[in-house]
Protein backbone atom coordinates (compact mmCIF):
# COMPACT_ATOMS: atom_id res chain seq x y z
CA UNK A 1 0.00 0.00 0.00
CA UNK A 2 0.93 3.95 -0.64
CA UNK A 3 -0.72 6.54 0.67
CA UNK A 4 0.08 9.66 -1.02
CA UNK A 5 -0.35 13.27 -0.39
CA UNK A 6 -0.62 16.46 -2.45
CA UNK A 7 0.21 19.83 -1.02
CA UNK A 8 1.75 23.06 -3.12
CA UNK A 9 -1.36 24.24 -4.50
CA UNK A 10 -2.73 27.87 -4.66
CA UNK A 11 -3.72 30.71 -6.55
CA UNK A 12 -0.94 32.24 -9.16
CA UNK A 13 -1.15 34.57 -11.74
CA UNK A 14 -1.00 33.75 -15.36
CA UNK A 15 2.72 33.32 -15.87
CA UNK A 16 3.79 32.53 -12.57
CA UNK A 17 5.24 29.27 -10.98
CA UNK A 18 4.25 26.63 -8.36
CA UNK A 19 5.66 23.41 -7.23
CA UNK A 20 3.50 20.75 -5.72
CA UNK A 21 4.91 17.87 -3.82
CA UNK A 22 3.97 14.46 -3.09
CA UNK A 23 4.41 12.80 -0.09
CA UNK A 24 4.84 9.04 -0.14
CA UNK A 25 4.39 6.43 3.06
CA UNK A 26 4.64 3.26 1.88
CA UNK A 27 7.22 0.67 1.59
CA UNK A 28 7.11 0.19 -2.13
CA UNK A 29 7.55 4.08 -3.17
CA UNK A 30 11.15 3.78 -3.94
CA UNK A 31 10.60 0.84 -6.74
CA UNK A 32 7.31 2.33 -8.19
CA UNK A 33 6.80 4.44 -11.20
CA UNK A 34 5.06 8.21 -9.88
CA UNK A 35 2.82 10.45 -12.02
CA UNK A 36 0.75 13.54 -12.30
CA UNK A 37 -2.96 14.18 -14.07
CA UNK A 38 -5.11 17.10 -13.34
CA UNK A 39 -8.69 17.48 -13.44
CA UNK A 40 -10.49 20.45 -14.58
CA UNK A 41 -14.03 21.23 -13.77
CA UNK A 42 -16.74 19.38 -15.99
CA UNK A 43 -13.79 17.32 -18.33
CA UNK A 44 -12.00 14.66 -17.87
CA UNK A 45 -8.96 13.61 -15.94
CA UNK A 46 -5.86 14.26 -18.09
CA UNK A 47 -2.13 12.56 -18.11
CA UNK A 48 0.41 15.38 -17.32
CA UNK A 49 3.63 13.58 -16.47
CA UNK A 50 5.56 10.37 -14.89
CA UNK A 51 9.06 9.98 -13.87
CA UNK A 52 10.18 5.96 -13.52
CA UNK A 53 11.16 4.55 -10.22
CA UNK A 54 14.96 5.61 -10.49
CA UNK A 55 13.83 9.21 -11.79
CA UNK A 56 15.86 8.25 -14.76
CA UNK A 57 13.33 8.64 -17.42
CA UNK A 58 10.35 11.33 -17.82
CA UNK A 59 7.26 11.44 -20.20
CA UNK A 60 5.43 14.60 -20.14
CA UNK A 61 2.03 15.61 -22.50
CA UNK A 62 2.75 16.84 -25.37
CA UNK A 63 0.73 20.34 -24.35
CA UNK A 64 2.95 20.73 -21.54
CA UNK A 65 6.75 20.34 -21.97
CA UNK A 66 9.01 22.71 -21.68
CA UNK A 67 6.45 24.26 -18.87
CA UNK A 68 6.40 21.70 -16.14
CA UNK A 69 9.10 19.63 -15.03
CA UNK A 70 8.61 16.14 -12.65
CA UNK A 71 11.15 15.22 -10.34
CA UNK A 72 11.64 12.96 -7.37
CA UNK A 73 13.44 11.95 -3.89
CA UNK A 74 13.36 8.62 -3.12
CA UNK A 75 15.31 9.29 0.20
CA UNK A 76 12.23 11.70 1.13
CA UNK A 77 9.57 9.34 -0.18
CA UNK A 78 8.26 12.81 -2.25
CA UNK A 79 7.43 13.24 -6.42
CA UNK A 80 7.37 16.54 -7.13
CA UNK A 81 5.81 19.00 -10.76
CA UNK A 82 7.34 22.24 -10.89
CA UNK A 83 5.10 24.25 -13.35
CA UNK A 84 6.65 27.24 -15.04
CA UNK A 85 4.80 30.05 -17.28
CA UNK A 86 1.64 28.93 -16.11
CA UNK A 87 -1.46 29.83 -17.76
CA UNK A 88 -5.42 30.03 -17.06
CA UNK A 89 -5.76 26.85 -18.94
CA UNK A 90 -3.91 24.90 -16.18
CA UNK A 91 -6.63 25.47 -13.55
CA UNK A 92 -7.39 22.15 -11.87
CA UNK A 93 -7.17 19.75 -9.65
CA UNK A 94 -3.78 18.23 -9.63
CA UNK A 95 -3.35 14.25 -8.63
CA UNK A 96 -0.15 12.50 -7.61
CA UNK A 97 -0.86 8.92 -8.45
CA UNK A 98 1.67 5.64 -7.97
CA UNK A 99 2.18 2.90 -10.26
CA UNK A 100 2.32 -0.75 -9.64
CA UNK A 101 5.45 -1.23 -11.84
CA UNK A 102 8.66 0.84 -11.63
CA UNK A 103 7.31 1.84 -15.51
CA UNK A 104 4.21 3.70 -16.27
CA UNK A 105 3.04 5.57 -19.31
CA UNK A 106 0.02 7.99 -19.56
CA UNK A 107 -2.96 6.25 -18.75
CA UNK A 108 -4.38 6.01 -15.60
CA UNK A 109 -4.97 2.72 -15.43
CA UNK A 110 -1.47 1.64 -14.56
CA UNK A 111 -1.71 3.53 -11.37
CA UNK A 112 -2.89 1.60 -8.27
CA UNK A 113 -2.91 4.61 -5.66
CA UNK A 114 -4.26 8.17 -5.77
CA UNK A 115 -3.74 11.22 -3.64
CA UNK A 116 -6.61 13.39 -2.75
CA UNK A 117 -5.47 16.01 -5.11
CA UNK A 118 -4.71 19.80 -4.65
CA UNK A 119 -6.01 22.44 -6.55
CA UNK A 120 -4.36 24.75 -8.68
CA UNK A 121 -6.39 28.04 -10.03
CA UNK A 122 -4.08 30.17 -11.81
CA UNK A 123 -5.44 33.88 -12.29
CA UNK A 124 -5.68 35.50 -15.96
Known amino acids: QVQLVESGGGLVQAGGSLRLSCAAS????????MGWFRQAGGKEREFVAT????????YYADSLKGRFTISRDNAKNTVYLQMNSLKAEDTAVYYC?????????????????WGQGTQVTVSS
Open 51 to 58: IDWSGTHT
Open 26 to 33: GRTFSNSA
Open 97 to 113: AAARGSYAGRWAYEYAF
